[in-house]
């Protein structure tokens, strides 16, 4: 496995968003899609600091992420200390349906609250909506770029997806199919959507949902293998560009299909 760090441990920049080009996404800490052991979050998060990854997504509607997240890495604090990574986090969203979006000036506070941040850090005079505000569309030039949900919610995965996942059932099975394609050809269909999504140089950084040591080893190998190759100016070696190609023919109709979520109709497709 090569495990050369994306980037060294040091302070970020607080004026800039230089983030890694892998940013840990930490849904799967709410145990939405695996239940989670109680070393796993330690042990990804811990190892994802010492491979170079410099930024963490978390969300109150990834259940007790922003807990988790928030106390692994006050027990690693000694060694990576607040100032060596970012935090990303959310408002709005609370559960599954639609009557649990709630953008309410009130319900939002309680949110910035919950994260035991002092409000007026948030709202007050050099604070952070007041920064937001005066960075809001910058004459429309988009100043970063993210990606995200490279294996587009654990569908593609070698395993099949939660039962919750809204992906109708056709699109399951063909997934399946894909999957197992990609297995008979020696390759992992997680593997191929994820440096899918790393190869394109538009974005900044891509989060990948993590939840442990060897999915965090992985998604480093995977995107130094694509810098190898970018070094070499080689593209993936012919037989994964046929599975890949192979697997798009699979999906026929379903591919770059986007289904609704959460869910107003029941899919017959």
Known sequence: MDLRPLTKSQPVNQDKFEVSKILFGT???????DEIENCSPFEAVSRALELGINAFDTSPFYGDSEQILGSVLSSL?????????????KVGRYGLNKEDFDYSSKRTRESVE?????????????GVLIELFKL?????????????????????????????????????????????????N???????????SLEWDGTDSTVIGLSNRKQVEEAITWFNEILARKRCEKNADKIEQIVVQEIQKIMGDWLNWCWEYPPTTIYQR
């Open 77 to 89: 604090s000694d060694k990576y200390p607040r100032s060596h990574y970012y935090i990303l986090t």
């Open 114 to 126: 919950e994260k035991f941040v002092d409000i007026d850090e948030v709202v007050g005079d050099g």
């Open 27 to 33: 849904s799967s800490f709410g145990g939405a899609f």
């Open 186 to 196: 020696g390759f992992k269909i997680s593997k191929l959507a994820i440096q899918f």
């Open 136 to 184: 809001k569309f910058k004459s429309f030039g988009v100043k970063y770029l993210m990606n995200a949900s490279p294996l587009s919610m654990a569908l593609l995965t070698e395993t099949a997806p939660p039962q919750w996942h809204p992906a109708p059932a056709k699109l399951r099975s063909i997934i399946s199919k894909c999957a197992s394609y990609a297995k008979e």
